[in-house]
């Protein structure tokens, strides 16, 4: 084998190996990104559903008084 046939293999098989590495890291950050919308769009709709499950009880002491 020629030393320029070696030169294209060993180039060919380390750009094979850093473009699987680049698609593995951009699968894991779109993955974390994915769960931090996801997590954020959630919140609201589990606070209200919480808020209707128990409901927040009012006191008299919790009302604005009238002014004298």
Do not use: C, G, H
Not at 40 to 48: D, F, K, N, R
């Amino acid at each position: 084998m020629s030393r320029q046939a070696a030169n294209f293999w060993i180039l060919f098989s380390v750009s094979v190996i850093l473009s699987a590495l680049a698609i593995t890291i951009f699968f894991k950050a779109l993955k974390v990104i994915l769960i931090v919308i996801l997590t954020l769009a959630l919140a609201p709709i589990i606070y209200l559903l919480l808020r209707m499950i128990f409901p927040i009880k009012k006191r008299d002491e919790d009302k604005l008084r009238e002014r004298d």
